[in-house]
């Protein structure tokens, strides 16, 4: 990405919170999450992003404790799943702290996907949709009405 079309951090930061709290909420948020973990390691990458620690989750996996990475960017603060050295280089901070919040942000969800979609430079892969056979009931019988000759199967009329 050229350093003149680089989306400012700010608006990324934005779109990653509106993606994360539409993902909370989401039937199916694999995809969301998906992006925003994408987003921030390259974001880690190219050193706009800050880990910060490791806090324990407030959703254990199958009744285990288990830790998630704490994130800085911008002005919002994201958990990603920590990596090996992530453990041995940061230090753990707990609990995570119930009364701070990010700051508040209006982003519709389809604008925020566009611009994560234009930073991590993620096409949406096209769903063919399966071809449907054309229902026939087990009971069809052809019509025979517009058919010259009656009834069906009989030869033409006057050879007797």
Known sequence: MC?????????????LFTINRHAKTAPEPKH????????????LKE??????????SNHPKYSNQHSTLLVKVDKYFFHIPPTK?????LEHLGELDQNYRNP??????????KIVYR???WKPVKKQQPKRKKYRSSY????SLGKMEW?????????R
């Not at 050295?85 to 280089?89: L, N, P, R, S, V």
């Not at 069906?152 to 009329?157: A, E, L, V, W």
């Open 104 to 113: 508040p942000t209006k982003m519709s969800l389809s604008q925020a996907k």
């Open 119 to 121: 930073y991590i430079n």
């Open 85 to 89: 050295d992530d453990f041995k280089k």
């Open 3 to 15: 350093e003149k079309d680089q989306i400012p951090l700010d608006e990324l930061a934005r779109a």
């Open 32 to 43: 969301l999450y998906f992006i925003k973990k994408e987003s921030i390691n390259r974001l």
């Open 47 to 56: 050193k706009r992003a800050e880990k910060i620690g490791l806090h324990f």
């Open 151 to 159: 009834p069906p199967g009989k030869t033409k009329r006057g050879s």
């Open 140 to 143: 069809f019988t052809p019509s």
